[in-house]
């Protein structure tokens, strides 16, 4: 079974940081790009982070951009996004996906998902 997983979402204080892992079972990451989506209260879900299978490209929104970091580890089947000076406005529900092809930035464009991980940014 396809499957990924986000884990390592929680509460933390503005300013602090966290790291999300996603990792994946019933199929090899090695030849999908990943994405990292993430859907605040009464928003749509933006993307966050872009990674492509080589592990060479990366792309980060904007808002992100400098104080995210996203990394792969094919030997564990695993992606992470390192996210350090949290603000209270990167809450929101985290979501990592996968697709075979390119590296696309939008949602639909995306073949599986995970269940996503809460993060919290409040003092």
């Known amino acids: 079974q396809v499957q990924l997983v986000e884990s390592g979402g929680g509460l933390v204080q503005p300013g602090g940081s966290l790291r999300l892992s996603c990792a994946a079972s019933?199929?090899?990451?090695?030849?999908?790009?990943i994405g990292w989506f993430r859907q605040a209260p009464g928003k749509e879900r933006e993307g966050v982070s872009f990674?492509?299978?080589?592990?060479?490209?990366?792309y980060y929104a904007d808002s992100v951009q400098g104080r995210f970091t996203i990394s792969r580890d094919n030997a564990k089947n695993t992606v992470y996004l390192q996210m350090n000076s949290l603000k209270p406005e990167d809450t929101a529900v985290y979501y990592c996906?996968?697709?075979?092809?390119?590296?696309?930035?939008?949602?639909?464009?995306?073949?599986?998902w995970g269940q996503g991980t809460q993060v919290t940014v409040s003092s």
């Open positions: 990674m492509g299978s080589s592990g060479r490209t990366a």
């Open positions: 996906a996968a697709v075979l092809a390119g590296v696309p930035r939008l949602d639909y464009e995306y073949d599986y």
């Open positions: 019933g199929f090899s990451l090695d030849y999908y790009a």
